[in-house]
């Protein structure tokens, strides 16, 4: 196959300080802060005040080990990362996966429709070798695997949570995970058999079919059999790892015997918001993601409003706020965001004849 157009590539996306004096990206920011402020200031029972107390008095232990069981997922998201990339074709250390990883989650924090998704691959292209739609092939993958998982844990968790009945709008919410399983399976499915047949039957120019190919190559060819089990131990712990963050943020706000989640309650809670944040309206789901766990915390589990609300705004404030500050911090250092940390600056890279 002939080597993928490089030209388009190398255009760089705007940057980060660009995207952030951009009127969308202001307002897709301002727009759920101030719809959060509403929501919280009419919703019944909520209590500003004991809200301040219940932050302010947050054991600092507890939501110490609350941030360090979050950011262990990223060395666990950057190992995953570089199995997908070394079946495309390309050795990569975990922790250049790692960096790259956390620097695309600080794109994906402060702009919308998960732009950090392909400000990874480009990152990956400008420091290594590679090919940005390959590349972007073992992300989508990378999102499928961790959609399906989602959905899997959280259904397993559910039932377990609420093995005594299920509760009207948990019946809602599992109908909408199967549903998801299987668009996804069925989409797979149809990418792999039917794929490129079907669009070298439309009128689409040749190297757009080029880049699909390559896309296509990415995501089936940079995991065989042998690397399922791995990959889903590995994903299963990521996930892990946000459920362990909130499980501390609970325990850290003293909700420890008043909010009786559990384990596996804990477990769908994190999950579902984790799903929230697939939404690509705002950044890293702003707005829909804490008006999704306060509902769930109240509807669902019966937790008081300004409780529920104490718990997801210091959950996102370590899945969130901390990326945009730690995120920030790294991407003022860090070598690869001016493509001189891989390999085209000598970096170690190993890449097989068709990334060449």
Not at 198 to 207: D, F, Q, S, T, V
Not at 234 to 252: D, H, K, M, P, S
Not at 302 to 312: F, M
Not at 336 to 353: C, D, I, L, Q
């Amino acid at each position: 196959m002939p080597d993928e157009p490089r030209a388009p590539e190398e255009t760089p996306p705007p940057s980060l300080a660009d995207r952030l004096r951009q009127p969308r990206t202001v307002v897709s920011i301002a727009l759920p802060l101030v719809v959060i402020g509403l929501v919280l200031a009419n919703l019944p029972g909520f209590h500003l005040d004991r809200l301040t107390s219940l932050i302010l008095g947050a054991s600092p232990g507890l939501l110490a080990l609350g941030f360090v069981t979050y950011y262990a997922g990223f060395p666990l998201r950057g190992y995953r990362w570089r199995i997908l990339l070394r079946g495309s074709g390309l050795a990569i250390s975990t922790r250049d996966a790692s960096e790259i990883i956390f620097l695309s989650w600080l794109v994906n924090c402060v702009v919308p429709a998960k732009l950090g998704d392909v400000y990874r691959a480009w990152l990956l292209r400008l420091n290594y070798a590679v090919s940005l739609s390959r590349t972007l092939g073992t992300v989508f993958l990378e999102r499928v695997l961790d959609l399906l998982a989602i959905t899997v844990l959280a259904l397993a968790s559910g039932f377990w949570s609420f093995r005594s009945g299920l509760p009207p709008a948990v019946q809602v919410l599992f109908g909408l995970g199967v549903l998801v399983v299987v668009l996804l399976s069925a989409g797979l499915f149809t990418m792999r058999n039917f794929g490129a047949r079907l669009l070298r039957r439309l009128p689409i120019p040749g190297r757009l079919l080029e880049y699909y190919d390559r896309f296509e190559e990415g995501v089936f060819g940079s995991v065989g059999t042998a690397q399922i089990p791995r990959l889903a131990v590995l994903t299963g712990l990521i996930w892990a790892t946000e459920a362990g963050r909130l499980w501390f943020v609970i325990q850290a706000l003293g909700f420890g015997s008043d909010v009786q989640l559990g384990i596996s309650g804990t477990f769908f809670v994190a999950l579902a918001a984790s799903l929230l944040t697939a939404v690509p309206f705002t950044p890293a789901g702003l707005g829909i993601v804490e008006a999704g766990v306060v509902g769930i915390l109240t509807v669902i589990y019966g937790v008081p409003p300004t409780d529920a609300a104490a718990i997801a705004l210091v959950d996102r404030s370590i899945s969130v706020l901390s990326i945009i500050v730690l995120g920030g911090l790294l991407y003022l250092v860090s070598p690869k965001v001016r493509g001189t940390g891989g390999a085209r600056s000598g970096g170690e890279m190993a890449v097989r004849g068709q990334y060449e």
